[in-house]
């Protein structure tokens, strides 16, 4: 492959405003690499504000284009810090929370109540309670002890809450297992027997207004077709109000991934939505991964290469600390030197710092003759990296810094030695 053209390819992984200056290092969204590892240390994640706004909004549209009676809702378990659910809230997305900590962060940013949906296999009473109290739209309905304590709740605070029923519909994607949920044997929703009996259950409640119904089937989803079942299933459930779709929709985080695009997405369930559900219903879709993943950018600093035995290992100052999806998921990512991507050179192990053999970025990347202090920038970090970030090895988590137009601004600090001791008691 021609060297230009790798670099090209490379580069087309970062967010869209993405581009190189006159000495090759990557500028991003206007502002070059250099600037901001000098400005905010490494490990630090970067956003690209621009390129979430012009997700949401191609979600957004595209949606109100196809089903106008619909909302794309934002899954904020992706990335659940203030800065991003306030963009959202801006771009006049609703919220998908799971649990009272995500609830508490989608109000402090100012988010609609009456747009939360609030999501968890495991909701406590203060949970359902805080929901109530904040007056959020939506809870879904994950097992029968909801519906018990969502009642009791209700007895003694305000009227009515809206719910959905969460269906398990036995569908397993095509995706790593950990990710999946709509198979059978499934920890979240009700197997459609269940949920049939809980929609009985909900048609007779007073103050549970049965609104309609919810699916889920898994995450990084690369074709379209469980989508398409989803749909089927629920549709097979009855007539309802709401019908709120799920999540799930991949990225592309290496070259050979290829997801569907958003509007490939959206015409494969709508069309199916068109066939099978009520023409007045309304629909919501809760992408979380494929909202936020490709605006986020890990930069990191080389602290040692070391050659033997066949392998170069590239080890960088951050790792399973704030990237958490190789560990889990087996996740794939690319990665560049920051200052002169090139997409080629030799295939190395990019490591992290952690204690832990699992602790890899990257198994195999090229990189052009790879140095101590050399700067990584790692694309497609956006989802779920913040948010499964962690203290392991005492690391402190890296700050989040969004760019635009040539600006920068930290949107959360990088963590202190004294944040770690902040709550050990003497
Ligand atoms: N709605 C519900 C009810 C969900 O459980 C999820 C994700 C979503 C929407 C958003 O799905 P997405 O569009 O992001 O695929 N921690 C994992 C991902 C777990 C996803 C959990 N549920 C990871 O790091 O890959």
Request: aromatic fraction near 6%; hydrophobic fraction near 40%; charged fraction near 25%.
């Amino acid at each position: 492959m021609a060297a230009t053209q790798a670099a090209r390819e490379l580069v087309g992984l970062f967010p869209p405003g993405t581009g190189v200056d006159h000495s090759g290092a990557l500028v991003l969204g206007g502002v070059p690499v250099s600037e901001l590892a000098e400005a905010y240390g490494t490990p630090a994640l970067v956003v690209d504000e621009a390129a979430i706004r012009a997700r949401a909004r191609r979600y957004a549209d595209g949606l109100a284009a196809r089903w106008p009676n619909s909302r794309a809702t934002f899954a904020s378990k992706a990335f659940p810090c203030t800065a991003v659910y306030r963009l959202l809230a801006e771009e006049g997305l609703g919220i998908d929370v799971a649990g009272g900590g995500e609830l508490t962060l989608a109000l402090a940013a100012g988010a609609d109540p009456a747009g939360l949906v609030v999501h968890g296999n495991a909701k406590t009473d203060e949970e359902l309670r805080l929901a109530v109290e904040a007056g959020a739209g939506t809870v879904v309905i994950d097992n029968f002890d909801d519906i018990d304590n969502l009642e009791r709740i209700l007895a003694t605070t305000r009227g009515e809450q809206g719910v959905l029923v969460r269906v398990t519909p036995g569908i397993r994607p095509d995706t790593h297992e950990a990710v999946s949920t709509g198979q059978s044997g499934s920890k979240f929703g009700l197997p459609v027997p269940q949920a049939r009996e809980a929609i009985a259950r909900l048609r007779g409640s007073e103050r549970l207004r049965l609104d309609g119904v919810h699916v889920h089937v898994g995450s990084q989803i690369l074709d379209t077709e469980p989508f398409v079942r989803a749909v089927e299933a629920v549709a097979d459930l009855g007539e309802f109000a709401v019908y709120d779709l799920g999540g799930g929709l991949g990225s592309r985080y290496t070259y050979a991934d290829r997801p569907p695009t958003v509007e490939e997405y959206l015409d494969a369930v709508i069309d199916v939505a068109k066939r099978l559900l009520p023409a007045d219903a309304r629909i919501l879709i809760e992408p979380g991964r494929s909202m936020v993943a490709e605006a986020g950018v890990s930069l990191y600093r080389v602290v040692s290469v070391k050659r033997g035995d066949g392998h170069t290992f590239v080890a960088v100052d951050g790792g399973m600390g704030d990237n958490l999806e190789v560990s889990l998921y087996q996740q794939r990512f690319e990665a560049a030197i920051a200052t002169r991507p090139t997409g080629q050179g030799e295939p190395c192990r990019l490591v992290g710092r952690h204690c832990e053999s699992g602790d890899t970025l990257s198994a195999g990347v090229p990189l052009q003759d790879p140095r101590r202090g050399d700067l990584i920038a790692v694309p497609v970090t956006g989802a779920y990296t913040y948010a499964l970030s962690n203290n392991y090895n005492g690391a402190c988590r890296p700050p989040v810094v969004f760019v635009r137009g040539g600006a920068h601004r930290a949107v959360v600090r990088r963590e202190t030695y004294d944040d770690l001791m902040r709550r050990d008691l003497p």
